[in-house]
């Protein structure tokens, strides 16, 4: 059974950087391309980007000069990292799984709730 | 950027209604095109894959119809557990997009 478990802060303040984990077990990281996704009351779900593998991300434009998505596949986790947040970063993470050429995602994480404050 | 308009953004119904939900792109996506169902502090599930795929595990009472921009997820005599947020989802071109999702109410 596949499983997705997000951690880090719930809390950051602004203008500081978000970090988030995502561990995956069940299966093993490679072969699959994983994505970042944040849902707010306000804009409902965003996806921010995803990796495939060890290869190159892709990201959302308007996010791109400040998200960072990293993997590493020896410890089975991807990583999201969020520069200068403001409280327009404040929602639910979710990290998520998918197959590429068009796939659905298959698996989600719980998410996290992350609030952006001083 | 896709852009997926749905409608409507909330319905109230009653049990063993029939519901149709719709999902237009702003531009060509083939049958790239997912429906997810999201209940209260859960993270969504895909109902139907591919325009038309129920996904395993689906009811039978959840379809899906569509291709090319303009997609619909219907749902036969609803039930109370159908009562969620409905989001279609488009993976034909980067950035990855979701609808803005339809509240279902029963």
């Known amino acids: 059974q596949v499983q997705l478990q997000e951690s880090g802060p719930g809390l950051v303040k602004p203008s500081e950087t978000l970090s988030l984990t995502c561990t995956v077990s069940g299966d093993s990281i490679r072969g699959y391309y994983w994505s970042w996704i944040r849902q707010t009351p306000g804009k409902g779900l965003e996806w921010l980007g995803r990796m495939y593998g060890s290869g190159y991300p892709n990201y959302y434009p308007s996010l791109e000069s400040r998200l960072t998505i990293s993997v590493d596949t020896s410890k089975n986790q991807f990583y999201l990292k969020l520069t200068s947040v403001t409280a327009a970063d404040t929602a639910i993470y979710y990290c998520?799984?998918?197959?590429?050429?068009?796939?659905?995602?298959?698996?989600w994480g719980q998410g996290t709730q992350v609030t952006v404050s001083s | 950027e896709i852009v997926l308009t749905q409608s409507p953004d909330f319905q109230s119904v009653t049990p063993k209604e029939k519901i149709s939900i719709t999902c237009r792109a702003s531009?060509?996506?083939?049958?790239?095109l997912h429906w997810y169902q999201q209940k209260p502090d859960q993270s969504p599930k895909v109902l139907i894959k591919y325009a038309s795929q129920s996904n395993s595990g689906v009811p039978s009472r959840f379809s899906g119809s569509g291709s090319g921009t303009d997609f619909t997820l219907t749902i036969n005599s609803l039930e109370a557990e159908d009562a969620a947020t409905y989001y279609c989802y488009q993976s034909s071109s980067l950035p990855l997009t979701f609808g803005g999702g339809t509240k279902v109410e029963i």
């Open positions: 998520a799984r998918d197959h590429g050429s068009g796939s659905p995602f298959d698996y």
């Open positions: 531009q060509y996506i083939g049958s790239n």
